[in-house]
C-alpha cells in the first residue's frame, strides 16, 4: 500500500488520495486561473521545493487531474475536464478558509494567482446581475489585476484596460470583502488609496465582492 493511501473504501478518502497531498490543491488553485509553465507554477508558489512540484505535477497528471500540452512551442501544464470540476470545491474551501485568516503574518504573501481566486471566491453574482457594468484596476500588493464585471459575468485578468475606479490596498483589503471595514471609511483611513477614477464605487465593488469572516 502506497504512504498516501489510508485503506478505506470511501469517496473522501479517494479524493484526499488524489489531492491531499502538500502542495497539490495550490497547484490546482494557479491551474483554474489558466494554464501556466514550470516556472510560472515555481514563481507562483516560491517555497515549493523544485523536486516536490515536479513531484505533484507527475502524481496529477497520472491521476487524470491535469495534462502537459504544447503552446506557441513551449510546453504549459493545464487541468483536464475532470480536474476542472474541482474548481467549486476549491472556491468552497477558500469561503470557508476565509472565516480563519485573520491578520497576515510578515511572511506571507499574495501573488496574482491567489487574489484572482480569492476574487472568484468573494463574487457575487446574483449582487452584481442587478448593478451597471463596471471595470476595476487592483494594485493589491504585487497583484495588479484588472476586474471586469459585467452582470452576473467575472473575468479577472493581468491585462491593462480602461477602468471606472482604480485602487490599491494591502491585506487589509480582506476587512472590505469581510464588511468589516466600509467603504468610505476604507479610503479616509488609508486601508484603499484611490488612484483614479470614481471613489463612490468602492461601495460597488465591496457589493460585488463579499465574504462573511
Sequence with gaps: ??????????????????????????????????????????????????????????????????????????????????????????????????????EPREEQIITPDSMTMALRTAFRPQVAAGLPATAYAAHLGPAELLIRVDGADLVVSREEGPVDLAFAAGPDIRRVISGELAPDLAIATGVVEVLHGRRDLLDRFARTFHLAA
Design 1 to 102: 500500500m502506497a504512504a498516501r493511501e489510508y485503506g478505506q473504501y470511501c469517496g473522501v478518502t479517494r479524493a484526499l488520495e488524489l489531492v491531499g497531498e502538500r502542495w497539490a490543491l495550490l497547484i490546482i488553485r494557479d491551474l483554474l486561473v489558466g494554464p501556466r509553465r514550470y516556472g510560472e507554477l515555481a514563481a507562483g508558489l516560491p517555497r515549493i521545493p523544485s523536486n516536490i512540484l515536479a513531484a505533484r505535477l507527475k502524481e496529477l497528471q497520472e491521476a487524470g487531474i491535469i495534462r502537459r500540452a504544447p503552446r506557441s512551442r513551449v510546453i504549459v501544464y493545464e487541468l483536464t475536464p475532470y480536474g476542472r470540476e474541482l474548481e467549486p470545491i476549491v472556491l468552497a474551501l477558500g469561503a470557508w478558509g476565509f472565516k480563519a485568516m485573520g
